[in-house]
């Protein structure tokens, strides 16, 4: 039998229960993601506008004005910002990396809105999920709207009725609420796993040497069966090397009695 393209028992059952086990561990990881692998190969949803009961986990808009911060969480690091999207105010949900943007365009906004440019000449296209607002940064946007209702109506920023506000808020670089960053790291920890299943997989199909089995060593009988051919050729010589010895010592006594009959023959004469 080949001993190298087998695996021993135990050696297969671990492997089959490693394959097992990250198997499971991929799915579980891309199930937290909610799977977001396959909306990101397909692409966002392109929204023309956001208007209220737009939600989605995977969309994408081009927001052509921003008008100002209204509230900050985790620590400064997150910003809710008052955009507008077809007239009305909606709110953005800035991670760090887009306060730059958003401050020129702010800056920008209010120098067309007070007649000092002929309009806003760049926009901020963004990719992220859209939900609810929830309740505490809803009152936080009710109260800066009351704040600058008079500035916003004397700039013409909004309408002059009451249907002003989408309390919808687009959550930048994030698949639900879960952020990108997360995202990422998840699926790439889930692919990795999902490739050491497959390399598993591919070990229990093909057969590799892994172990040699102790108790049956490739080349040890051949190595006990020359020792012991080696050892009878010894005992053989011995053999012959004792008879030999036997047969002249006989030789000997056979001539010693005949030179003493010899003798007693001439002392008789």
């Not at 393209?5 to 492997?15: D, F, H, P, V």
């Not at 702010?106 to 990719?127: K, P, V």
């Not at 009451?162 to 995202?183: E, L, N, P, Q, T």
Request: proline residues 3%; contains cysteine; hydrophobic residues 40%.
């Amino acid at each position: 039998m080949n001993m190298e393209n087998i695996i021993n028992n135990k050696m297969r059952r671990t492997i089959f229960i490693l394959m097992l086990a990250t198997l499971i561990a991929s799915i579980a990881l891309l199930s937290i993601t909610g799977f977001a692998f396959v909306d990101f190969i397909r692409g966002p949803v392109m929204l023309p506008s956001i208007s209220e009961g737009t939600s989605g986990k995977y969309m994408s808009v081009d927001v052509l004005a921003v008008v100002d911060y209204y509230a900050e969480a985790d620590g400064g690091s997150t910003r809710y910002t008052a955009a507008m999207s077809d007239g009305k105010i909606i709110t953005l949900i800035l991670p760090e990396r887009y306060f730059g943007s958003a401050e020129a365009m702010i800056e920008e906004t209010f120098a067309w809105l007070n007649a000092r440019s002929d309009g806003i000449s760049q926009y901020m296209r963004i990719t992220g999920s859209v939900g609810p607002l929830e309740s505490v940064a809803r009152a936080k946007l009710d109260e800066w709207f009351e704040d600058n209702l008079e500035d916003l109506l004397k700039n013409h920023v909004i309408p002059d009725d009451d249907d002003r506000i989408v309390y919808v808020a687009f959550k930048v670089d994030h698949y639900g609420d879960m952020s990108y960053v997360w995202v990422y790291t998840l699926t790439f920890l889930a692919t990795f796993l999902f490739a050491f299943a497959i390399v598993c997989c591919w070990i229990l199909v093909n057969g590799i040497i892994v172990k040699k089995p102790k108790d049956e060593p490739v080349g040890d009988g051949e190595d006990e069966e020359g020792d012991k051919d080696e050892e009878n050729d010894k005992d053989e010589e011995g053999d012959k090397d004792d008879k030999d010895g036997q047969g002249e010592e006989g030789n000997e006594e056979s001539d010693d009695a005949a030179g003493d009959a010899a003798d007693d023959a001439e002392s008789g004469e």
